[in-house]
């Protein structure tokens, strides 16, 4: 199911965990675990040598979070401007333990929401468009073209997603997959980690904007994760065990109260799992053992403890980065947000001028005469300001006087909000909405899906590139679960066959739908031509065609039969045909003898006569 590395010497490692245990500490925590832990543990020192090739590993982690912190800060700004017009509950300016201000209104910049509720509804569109967890979206197959499939290969891959859509279902895979689509849209990169779970099998985490750092292979693909969140001491003992945190860790749990909710910072990496240099200048330290491809670090941000929270290995890779736009070999993407955001700060700013032009007119702004500068005076609605009006003299009276054209700036905003919503393609996800609101009252289904059609083009590479991260992530799946057991064993026909992981959804849909009508009005063209040329009805494979326009609408596999089965139906029935026209062929004859052997052989019969002459 995933890349695994060439096995490599044994070199000491500093882990924290068996080298042959796939499942760390974490993936087992619970609360049940929690309440085994003892209230006054014993702190074990780690061994000398193990300390020393964890305060190399620790250099190595930190310098390279800080160069790719530094690397990060053009996104990072860019995120603070969408954050704060936008989506400000979902990016960490700073990742800063023990503030106390978790809580408090951050959206004072926002004073019309459109802009979030034009990227609330794109998310959600991606959401049921392509991964809803009340439709069949992922299928299952044979990487190998032209493969045909038998009984119990199409009963094997029918077996899978059945229980790999379970595991879904029960896991937090689709919470986590909303969020993943929301902070794509608006910030433009999405990592996801995929970790094993004893009780859901799998559990995924959304890093928000501001805690993840990002960098990319040489094929510009996914390689390293480096991220800093906060935990209090209580959730670090119930994910990392006891014994694997730091002594000031462990005091804090053995006074209880609250100070089991003292934060700490926690940075944490994932990388290939390659050799650095010891602190001595020689040697190779930081493999995690056991030929895995991938080692992740958990550890307290800044301090050098003893040992590192957490190491481990993986054989594929835990973490999966979605991206809509991409430019070269940048590590992180450009999305929907970024695009809105000049028009949402237009907007804010228009709506706000609205707003007080809106309040001159109601509450202009007023001069009086200076003897009144002692005297109370009001603005306010059944309020009487009491002033000397000799001579006419005008004491309390407007500075100005405006007449601000409020529906022009209320149609220019409309424009605005409509515009915003075009670039989070509201149109596309709500094109019944859009068609309403247009001139034309009778419209057609196909219409309909011309329109549909036509709108998705711009977004197909983004579907493409958000599959492609989502591959990823199942084969992940599919081998966690593999590793517990959860999968049925394959069939002697499928041995040696990869794995084929195909989606299917309402947008993909859409887009084959141009390969289905052309089937379609295919197969109608050949049989109005066959009535004037019967030739012409070879031309057609019917069953091939069956099969492309079954997969191109996405129905079920189990309502096909396989090719084995329907070349023996053909041959069942040519044999009854063939067997039939025999019967045919032979009953006159049949027919004849039967009346012959009815006749009558009585004196005088022609038949008597012809037999012998005497009747019987």
Known sequence: MGAVATPRRPRSAYRTTPANDAQPYYAKASPS??????????????????????????????????????????????????????LPRRYYAFITANLYNQGLRQDFAIVDRTGTLCGDVCAAGMMAGMTDPDRTWLKLGPAIPGLELDQAGQMWYEEVTERYNYVLTHSNFYDAQAQHYEDLVFFGTAPVIDYPDEDEIIHC???????????TSFEFSDEVLYREFRLTISQMVEMFGIDNCPQDVQRMWRQKGGALEYQNVIGHCIE????????????????????????????????????????????????????????????????????MLADVIQLQLETRQKAESIEKVNRPPMGADVSLMNLPASTNPGKITYMNTANGEKKFFPLYEIRP?????????????????????????????????????????????????????????????????????????LAIMARRGLLPPKPASLRGVPTKIDFISMLTQAQRATSTAAIARTAQFVGTLSGAFPESRFVLDPEEAIREFNDGVGATSKIMRSPAMVKKLQQMEAHQAAAAQ???????????????????????????????????
Request: glycine share 10%.
């Open 33 to 86: 675990l929690l309440s085994e832990t003892p209230a006054d543990p014993v702190f074990k020192p780690a061994d000398a040598k193990d300390t020393r090739e964890w305060m190399a590993m620790f250099q190595h982690v930190e310098s390279r979070f800080q160069s790719l912190y530094t690397w990060r800060v053009p996104w990072w700004t860019t995120w603070g401007q969408i954050a704060r017009y936008m």
């Open 205 to 215: 985490f959304t890093p928000c904007a501001g805690e993840f750092l990002l960098g």
């Open 272 to 339: 290939p799992n390659f050799p650095i240099t010891g602190d001595d200048g020689k040697g190779e330290v930081g493999v995690v053992p056991g030929g895995f491809t991938w080692r992740e670090v958990y550890w307290v941000r800044g301090k050098k403890d003893e040992r590192p929270l957490s190491t481990t290995g993986f054989h594929e890779r835990p973490f999966a980065v979605s991206r809509w736009n991409t430019q070269g070999n940048e590590a992180y993407g450009r999305g929907v947000g970024e695009n």
């Open 405 to 477: 054209d409020i529906p022009a700036i209320a149609a220019d905003i409309a424009i605005i909000q409509e515009r915003i919503a075009r670039t989070a393609y509201n149109d596309v996800f709500q094109p019944m909405e859009d068609l309403r609101q247009q001139t034309k009252t009778q419209i057609t289904a196909t219409e309909i899906d011309a329109i549909k059609e036509e709108r998705l083009l711009p977004l197909g590479p983004v579907f493409g590139r958000v599959y492609g991260s989502l591959r990823t992530r199942v084969k992940r799946h």
């Open 582 to 616: 025999a019967m045919q062929a032979t009953l006159p004859g049949a027919q004849a003898a039967k009346a012959l052997g009815q006749t009558s052989l009585a004196p005088g019969n022609a038949l008597s006569a012809l037999v012998g002459g005497q009747g019987v």
